[in-house]
């Protein structure tokens, strides 16, 4: 069975809805008015709601029959801190705010599941909608959970989609095992001898080591990890100095790491300290490597994997789904409710890409034309899931 019918009725809606989430972003942990939009949703749909997890969190709550069988569906709300540069009628009216990651479009699709499910109820347990703040970087998926999401709302899986430009709308793809990295930030500070730029070997000239120290990190990945493991260290930014010809005392290194095994994550950790320590030792300077671990990586159970991907296939069609996927170096907050309760996270296609329509991207939108297909693969799982028995 493909798309449901029922959904079709309500595509307009949902894609009223879409649009009016895009033109209103708010960022992790101010998600009030979208916080206000989805609670008022649920309660029309019928659904019990339940408001302040996580500050921002609600969850929505269908339950029929005996069973005491429950799934969890979760949607991310939040946006990102840029500036929006398109110009069709539901752009962003919050400046320096915007729908970039497709949280809009999530949001959205739970939230038509629940008005499909919540009406149909052809199940026989407990549904959650959970919908979280602060995905991007804030961790409101782990906040949900620090307080008490899964004793509130006991889940026996839990799932979740991410629309994903460059596979085709309508259709998706997962894996077992790890599907996004593990994510951190590091900080390196590099304290040289400044001086006139002219007499360099009066001082420690901080540029040189911190030269140094961005090839040397390079070999981190590609000569202290297992070519078979992944890893990446990338620099987003260096900072220091302000003219032509002085030489600062200090110099300052920013960027990210990403793995996915843990053994990989120690390893970058340990060698990255080592290294800047070595090449500022090098040359007589001073340099340390503050490491900050954020999001761990989001690893699918390998049973839920497969059970969504066999709904995916039942939706959009078995030559359509992808079920080994490469994973993606990216990163991603539903890792903390992987880690509590199995489950699994699917990417949706939402097209090629094209003109800009990249993730992060100033002039990104999500598709809605791929809607019916992603409220009917929440909804087909979750009836799938609580099948009478
Ligand atoms: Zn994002
Ligand atoms: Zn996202």
């Known amino acids: 069975m493909p798309i449901i019918p029922d959904v079709l009725d309500y595509a307009d809606e949902l894609t009223q809805i879409r ?106 347990g407990t549904v959650h909608f959970i919908f979280q703040p602060g995905e991007e970087g804030y961790g409101g998926g782990r906040v949900m959970v620090q307080e ?15 629309n994903k430009p460059g596979i085709p709308i309508g259709n998706m793809a997962g894996r077992p095992g790890p ?64 003219a032509y010809n002085v030489i600062p005392d200090e110099l300052h290194i920013g960027g990210t790491v990403r793995s996915f095994r843990p053994e990989v994550r120690d390893r970058l950790e340990q060698r990255m300290s080592e290294v800047v320590k070595g090449a500022a030792a090098l040359h007589g300077a001073e340099a340390v490597c503050e490491y900050r671990r954020g999001y761990p ?21 078995a030559d359509n789904i992808d079920r080994n996927v490469a994973p993606s170096l990216g990163g991603e907050d539903f890792c903390y409710m992987l880690q509590k309760v199995p489950g699994a996270m699917l990417w949706l296609g939402n097209g090629p890409g094209e003109g800009g329509c990249m993730l992060h991207n100033a002039r990104y939108d999500f598709n809605d034309s791929a809607l019916p297909y992603r409220v009917s693969f929440f909804a087909r799982l979750a009836e799938r899931f609580l099948e009478p028995r």
């Open 297 to 317: 990586s989001t690893i699918n159970h390998a049973a839920e994997a497969e059970f969504a991907a066999d709904v995916a296939a039942e939706v959009c069609g």
């Open 148 to 162: 008490g999401l899964f004793d509130k709302f006991p889940c026996d899986a839990v799932f979740a989609m991410h």
């Open 179 to 242: 599907m996004l990295a593990a994510s951190d930030r590091f900080d390196i500070h590099i304290r040289g001898k400044g001086g006139h730029a002219a007499h360099p070997h009066h001082g420690i000239d901080p540029f040189v080591v911190g030269a140094q120290i961005v090839l040397a990190l390079q070999t981190i990945p590609s000569r202290n990890i297992d070519p078979v493991d992944s890893a990446v260290i990338s620099v987003g930014f260096i900072k220091g100095g302000s």
């Open 19 to 124: 649009r009016d989430i895009h033109a209103h972003p708010e960022l992790g942990f101010t998600e009030e008015r979208t916080g206000d939009l989805v609670a008022r949703k649920l309660a029309e749909y019928g659904c019990e709601v339940h408001r302040g997890l996580a500050k921002t969190g609600v969850v929505g709550t269908i339950r029929r029959g005996n069973s005491l069988r429950a799934i969890g569906l979760r949607a991310d709300m939040d946006c990102l801190p840029m500036q929006e540069q398109n110009t069709f009628a539901h752009r962003s009216q919050h400046d320096g705010q915007m729908h970039a990651c497709g949280h809009d479009g999530h949001t959205t699709m739970l939230l038509g599941a629940a008005r499909y499910l919540a009406k149909t109820r052809n199940f026989e």
